[in-house]
C-alpha cells in the first residue's frame, strides 16, 4: 500500500491521487496536521516497531502494510484544546509542551518508515540554505558571492566590492500577521547607503548576495535523477525581476520548458544525491553573460508551476515512481 504524509490544504497532494486512483493503486492519504484528532497507536517493542492509526476517511492503517511512501509535507496543527486556560503565560506554555509532544509523536512514525520513503523523506524536509550553497559549491555549480554577517563594516565593504547586490533571509521568510495585513521578507536590493554610517554597530545576522544580471530564471524539478526544467522571464516585469514570488497575476511572467546542458545536469544530480535528497524544486539564474548560478533548494517546494505550464504531468510521474516501487500488486 501507498502511505501519502501531507497537510489538508496541499492541492498537488489532490492531483497525484487522481493518477493514482486512475492507475487503481492502493492508497492512503494522511493529514499529518490532523494527526491529534485520530485514534493513533505506536507500539514500539523487542520485535518489529509498527504503529496503527484510524484515519476517518479510510479505516485503520498498519505500517506493515505500507510499502512505499511520500512524504508530500507537514504543517502546524491547531489546538483548540489552550483555549481552556485563560492564563495568557499558562496557555503559551501548554501549548509549547503540546506541540513538542505531537512533533515527537510525528517522527516516531516516520522512524518506523524510515526505509519505506520513496519520494522525499521527513528529517530532510528542511535544508539549511547556506549549507545548499556550500554544497552547491563542492558540486562544481556557481553560485553567488554571498556574505552572512552582523558586521557594519564587513556588509558595507561587501556590497562596495560586488557594486549591486541584494538581500534575502538566511533561512526562509517568515510570514508575519499584523492587523490582519501579511508582510513577507522578499529578496530585495540593497546598498551600502541602507546602512548605518556608525562601524561600530552590529546587527542581528544578514545575508547579502552579488546580483547576477539574468537572462531569466530557472525552475528545476528534481525527481530520482530525472530533471525537468523551466525558464522564467521574470526580468521582463519591475514587480518581479528581482523576486518573481512577488507574481503579477494581471500579467504572468512568461514561461517555456527548456533543456539544461549535460554538464550542469550532471552537477545538479551529483548535487542533491550528496544533499541526501530524492526530489525537490532547484531555483537558478541564467545570467546574462551565459553562466547558469545555483540560489537554493527546497525538498517539498510546489511543482504544479513546473508541471502545468511545461505539460511535464509531474504528478502522474510521482504517482507511477509510487506505483513502482510499492511491493503488492493491483
Known sequence: MILIIT??????????????GHFNAKFVRLNIDE??????????????????????????????EINSVWFRRSADIDLKVIEIFKNEQLRRNVGKYLFTEIKYLRE????????????????????????????????????PNTILSNSNNSLKKFMIENKTCITKPIHNMERLVINNNTFLQYTSKIKPSNLRNDSNINYYPLKIQKEIEKTYEIRVFYLHKELYSMAIFSQNDKQTETDFRQYNYKNPNRTVPIKLDKKTEKKIVNFMQSMALNCGSLDFIKSKDGFVYFLEVNPVGQFGMVSHPCNYNLEML?????????????
Not at 489532490?14 to 493518477?19: F, L, R
Open 318 to 330: 510521482i504517482a507511477k515512481k509510487l506505483i513502482e516501487n510499492d511491493k503488492k500488486k493491483y
Open 108 to 143: 516516531a512514525i516516520y522512524a518506523i518508515l524510515k526505509d519505506k520513503f520513496v519520494v522525499n523523506n521527513p528529517f530532510n524536509s528542511k535544508v539549511d540554505k547556506a549549507m545548499a550553497l556550500i554544497t552547491a559549491n563542492n558540486c562544481g555549480l556557481k553560485i
Open 35 to 64: 494527526l491529534h484528532l485520530m485514534e493513533c497507536n505506536i507500539y514500539l517493542n523487542e520485535k518489529k516497531p509498527y504503529f496503527e492509526i484510524e484515519i476517518p476517511t479510510f479505516g485503520k492503517i498498519n505500517s506493515n
Open 7 to 20: 497537510n489538508n490544504l496541499d492541492w498537488s497532494t489532490n492531483e497525484v491521487i487522481d493518477w493514482l
